[in-house]
């Protein structure tokens, strides 16, 4: 199983700050199958990004993501209010599919 | 516009099966995969398993002894069978879609929280 590791846990931050999200793995994944989702209190996770670097349609952006082999990264370049949330990256490199544990962005 | 619902018991007890349905509109159930994930409260997610709409089927292996997903395409539903639950199995529960030609999952359901209390 690729255990997906996400840095820091917690990210204090103030709108207008730059957001750096990190997501390890425990072995190579491809880029294909990297995803990002945002998720919100009371709400469904959100898709952000896949394939590592693709942005969802309609995303802003300041909204990226970039990376390869077991490190890979979002990037939120202007935080606005609305993307205090908890990120969460995804692999569909082999299965099972597996979750990090989530970086929560939180209003320093 | 896709949208996907999750029914079924909000309350189980344990050693017993927690039965969820997931119910598709606004699109077919053909040409996907279609999900289960759960999040345990205060936690993170879990993704559970898929089945395709063609039958094939795949399950998180710290799971797979007691899932089981099956799916109905002349209803656009799927549903999820969880035995011998424990209160380890209470979280809310997502159904979600992934596109045959891409990994993400795209559209999910609201969510639906199961506890599994006597």
């Known amino acids: 199983e690729i255990v997906l590791t996400q840095s820091p846990g917690t990210l204090s931050l103030s709108p207008g700050e730059r957001a750096t999200l990190s997501c390890r793995a425990s072995q190579s994944v491809s880029s294909n199958y990297l995803v990002w989702y945002q998720q919100k209190p009371g709400q469904a996770p959100r898709l952000l990004i896949h394939?590592?670097?693709t942005r969802a349609v309609g995303l802003p952006d300041r909204f990226s993501g970039s990376g390869s082999g077991t490190d890979f990264t979002l990037t939120i370049s202007r935080l606005e209010p609305e993307d205090f949330a908890v990120y969460y990256c995804q692999q569909y490199g082999s299965s099972p599919w597996t979750f990090g544990q989530g970086t929560k962005v939180e209003i320093k | 516009q896709v949208q996907l619902q999750e029914s079924g018991p909000g309350l189980v007890k344990p050693s017993e099966t927690l039965s969820l349905t997931c119910t598709v509109s606004?699109?077919?159930?053909?040409?996907?995969?279609w999900s289960w994930i759960r999040q345990p409260p205060g936690k993170g997610l879990e993704w559970i398993g898929y089945i395709y709409y063609s039958g094939s089927t795949d399950y998180n292996p710290s799971l797979k002894s007691r899932v089981t997903i099956s799916v109905d395409t002349s209803k656009n539903q799927f549903s999820l069978k969880l035995t011998s639950v424990t209160a380890a199995d209470t979280a809310v529960y997502y159904c979600?879609?992934?596109?045959?030609?891409?990994?993400?999952?795209?559209?999910w359901g609201q969510g639906t929280l199961v506890t599994v209390s006597s």
């Open positions: 979600a879609r992934r596109p045959r030609k891409w990994y993400y999952l795209d559209y």
């Open positions: 394939a590592a670097s």
């Open positions: 606004g699109g077919s159930i053909s040409s996907y995969y």
